[in-house]
């Protein structure tokens, strides 16, 4: 049975009578929130698309699930049938390979959200179950064109439709494979059971490329060309935009290897799959949202473009205003803009809509602790990050030290009315570190360091200066805090305090570390606020020190990156290039490293004139 064929689900009366839109309450008719999903980025139904890939692509009981992403409850109760008629098909899934892909993807979205073993372990099992299916629809190849495909690609090119989105789907499922191999265990085997898996996926991908190329170059007819498209769209662009963003020196090492990535490529591969008419359409546009809203601010400059962002949503956002992974989007974009009150409202409002999905409301409650840090507002973020250290699995390192440093921020009445420790949250810190692929978790490791002077070994704990303010840093909170002048300066009062404090205690080992942070934060208040000058005078402090700096290495190649960025913003754009290469060549082993190469090679990609590209 021709599994492409198999996904129309022609002559199935019921199943096909159910996925059309129906009339919603109050007796409007639309098309499902599957229906968006699967037709693409226009909420307006496509031609021939809502009946040829309608809701069960998403396959299974977890349909449900999905469905409280982006409808309200009250569709979730006008398409009750949908979802029973989604149970009957997940049989198909044996014989499918888009049933397949749909079922297992929901079951390693559900482990990744709660980070459960048995749910990595389900979703590990579901994958195995789709590249089986998958595997069934690829190309067999006898010895002899085995041999050849290694010396060209022309058999390739060869492929039945049935067969090039066989390859499409599995390259889909390998990658997802690996990502679960990856968070599975820690040893070896497994970190190059997954790199291996990756490779294979990227390789496919290319070669789906080619094809596609070949089939545009000479106008072949394909019944579900659009369907391969937006698949080769979706894989090669994500491929290119994540292969972009790594350091110099890992992509010089994965080019070695054959690996490469091109942003411009890749951001232009996935809006043709948003604008397309593909399943995938609405992935293409999703991955887009995510990079424009976190990626570009926690591994980019803060450089974000939130006009494409506002734009891409508009279309969800007009047609499911309550949906939640809507509103999660629309929430995280006023955010970036600047309007934290607006963002506050929304990210409740995307907790309000729907139960079924709990580890997202987890995702709500870290940015709305980070919303109340910004405002510096300690008790409300007291409260979600007090609520994120019972609820979520994630990183409860990272929970339990944010909750104490945010405590530290409070007077000792306001501690001690919420009967914490402060000592005893910091020493949990330690026992509470995971590895993901053999490796610790980099804000982990910050947070086990700087808890460390509250360790029981030491005669007395060492209190530290303004943790709340250098986790917000860390996170790159001060490139969302400088679109407000009020909440800059009043983080610039809370900052000068500290200062101020530091000048009357007595000295200590940690004395100029601390001295050193302070300067950090108070110039990047300082830079926030239109005042270059003054900032410059306080990075240039934390440079100086470099010799007496103990325990806080970090703190002088981010300080370079900021003064780079202070100097561009002033038009000194070799100036700021030379600063950067200074903190990526110059300083190694220390915290966050990684995070600090990430947004350098994003600042040299942003800032470097195309002539010198």
């Known amino acids: 049975m021709d599994a492409v064929l198999a996904c129309r689900l022609r002559g199935r009366g019921n199943r096909v009578a159910a996925l059309r839109p129906r009339p919603r309450p109050g007796g409007s008719a639309g098309p499902s929130p599957f229906a968006l999903l699967c037709a693409g980025l226009s909420p307006e139904p496509r031609a021939g698309v809502g009946s040829e890939f309608p809701a069960w692509f998403l396959g299974g009981s977890s349909q449900r699930r999905n469905m409280a992403l982006l409808g309200s409850r009250a569709e979730l109760e006008a398409d009750e049938d949908v979802f029973e008629d989604a149970l009957e098909t997940i049989s198909m899934a044996k014989e499918s390979m888009y049933h397949a892909l749909g079922y297992s993807t929901i079951v390693v979205l559900q482990a990744v959200l709660t980070f459960e073993q048995q749910d990595i372990q389900n979703g590990i099992s579901a994958m195995k179950d789709a590249l089986q299916t998958c595997q069934k629809y690829r190309k067999k190849y006898t010895v002899v064109e085995s041999f050849s495909s290694l010396l060209s690609r022309g058999s390739l090119e060869q492929l039945s439709e049935e067969e090039m989105h066989a390859e499409i789907c599995y390259a889909e499922c390998l990658l997802q494979k690996a990502a679960l191999t990856f968070v599975q265990d820690e040893n070896m085997i497994n970190f190059i059971k997954g790199g291996l898996k990756i490779r294979t996926s990227y390789q ?145 409002k995307c907790i309000s809509v729907q139960e079924e999905w709990k580890q997202f409301h987890h995702l709500c409650y870290w940015e709305l602790m980070w919303i109340n840090v910004f405002q510096q507002n300690w008790m409300q973020a007291y409260y979600y990050s007090d609520l994120l250290c019972k609820e979520s699995k994630w990183s409860k390192a990272t929970y339990v030290f944010l909750k104490a440093a945010i405590l530290s921020m409070l007077p000792e009445e306001d501690v001690v009315a919420t009967n914490e420790n402060v000592v005893t949250l910091f020493r949990q810190v330690d026992s509470l570190k995971q590895r993901i692929a053999g490796k610790s978790i980099p804000t982990e490791k910050f947070a086990v360091r700087k808890a460390r002077r509250y360790s029981a070994s030491l005669p007395a704990p060492v209190k530290l200066i303004l943790p709340a303010l250098e986790m917000m840093y860390v996170w790159n909170g001060f490139s969302i805090v400088s679109k407000r002048k009020d909440l800059s300066e009043n983080l610039l009062v809370t900052v000068e305090k500290a200062e101020a404090a530091l000048q009357s205690q007595n000295f200590n080992s940690f004395s100029v570390d601390d001295e050193c942070l302070v300067k950090l934060l108070k110039g990047c208040c300082l830079k926030n606020l239109q005042r270059p000058l003054q900032a410059e005078l306080c990075y240039n402090h934390v440079v100086e020190s470099e010799k007496l700096l103990k325990y806080d290495h970090y703190l002088v190649p981010f300080t370079l990156f900021e003064l780079a960025s202070l100097y561009k913003s002033q038009g000194e754009i070799d100036k700021a290039i030379k600063f950067l290469e200074t903190a990526r060549n110059n300083y190694k082993d220390y915290s966050l490293e990684s995070r600090l190469h990430f947004r350098i090679q994003a600042a040299l990609h942003l800032w470097r004139k195309p002539s010198s590209d």
């Open 204 to 348: 496919i991908y290319k070669e789906c490329l080619s094809i596609l190329h070949e089939i545009q170059k000479n106008k072949l007819q394909q019944e579900f060309f659009y369907e391969f498209e937006g698949g080769v769209k979706l894989g090669s662009g994500a491929f290119n935009l994540m292969l972009s963003l790594l350091p110099a020196r890992i992509i010089r090492l994965l080019e070695f290897i054959g690996f490469s990535g091109n942003r411009e490529l890749g951001l232009l591969q996935l809006r043709e799959g948003a604008s397309g008419r593909s399943m995938r359409s609405a992935l293409c546009c999703l991955t887009i949202l995510a990079f424009h809203t976190y990626i570009s601010l926690i591994l980019g400059t803060g450089e974000v473009n939130v006009a494409e962002a506002e734009r891409l949503l508009a279309p969800f956002l007009q047609q499911f205003p309550n949906g939640s992974l809507v509103l999660f989007y629309h929430a995280r974009i006023e955010l970036l803009k600047g309007n934290l009150e607006e963002a506050q409202e929304v990210f409740q």
